[in-house]
């Protein structure tokens, strides 16, 4: 159990255009989501954290109206990065939770991550 | 901002326990910690978390001082697929229960 998905898995895009990351948790529901970014070599680095329903909380630095994020339902959650430029080119990865009333809810569940380049 | 401390890189041989230590000298009572690992252009893997008292399961024991200022994760018998960058990690208290991830050890096991 506890399964969580990323689409796709690796995406290859020209400098300008936009590129959509989803993420789904396949076997529970998760209120929220967490978005984060890894360039080779480095720890990954929280971007953001969405709660079904409402608007994302974004981390100090990043740009909101650059990487939009979208969790309409418990399942899925998406990423899009708008006008991407090859400095965007990295290792995108989510992770889920569940209600903090269930039994897992401490924890977060990570997708398999999605690479991106830029050209 | 990641609330730990972690050496870069450490080696273990084919067999023998793992001994990864874990700095977060600022932890506030509530707060846990966890321990995920990453190995090479893959999502992280949680491992184990705990609070106060020391953890196990089936894969490793999690050993928390008294004062829970520092933690050791122990691998008791490491593989060559335990090669991985391990992440010591404390979670924030509050809603959003999110995780700041620190640079991590990266653990190499020698055959």
């Known amino acids: 159990g506890a399964v969580v998905s990323q689409h796709p898995s690796w995406v290859i895009c020209k400098s300008g255009t936009s590129v959509k990351i989803e993420c789904r948790s396949l076997?529970?529901?998760?209120?929220?989501m967490f978005w984060y970014r890894q360039f080779p070599k480095q720890s990954l680095m929280l971007m953001a954290t969405s709660n079904e329903g409402s608007k994302a909380t974004y981390e100090q630095g990043v740009e909101k109206d650059k990487f939009l994020i979208n969790h309409a339902s418990l399942t899925l959650s998406t990423l899009t990065v708008t006008s991407a430029h090859p400095e965007d080119s990295s290792f995108y990865i989510c992770s889920a939770r569940e209600p903090l009333s269930g039994s897992r809810g401490n924890e977060q569940f990570f997708g398999p991550g999605t690479r991106l380049t830029v050209l | 901002d990641a609330k730990t401390t972690q050496p870069p890189s450490m080696d273990c041989a084919e067999g023998r326990a793992a001994n990864l230590p874990c700095n977060h000298s600022t932890i506030s009572g509530n707060e846990y910690v966890y321990w995920y690992r990453q190995i090479h252009s893959q999502g992280p893997q949680y491992i184990i978390h705990g609070l106060k008292n020391n953890e196990t399961n089936e894969m490793a024991s999690l050993i928390i001082t008294e004062d829970r200022k520092s933690s050791t994760l122990i691998l008791p018998h490491a593989t060559l697929r335990d090669t991985a960058v391990y992440y010591c990690?404390?979670?924030?208290?509050?809603?959003?229960?999110?995780?700041?991830f620190g640079t991590g050890t990266s653990l190499t096991v020698i055959p």
């Open positions: 990690i404390v979670r924030v208290s509050n809603t959003g229960n999110q995780f700041y």
């Open positions: 076997d529970f529901q998760a209120t929220t």
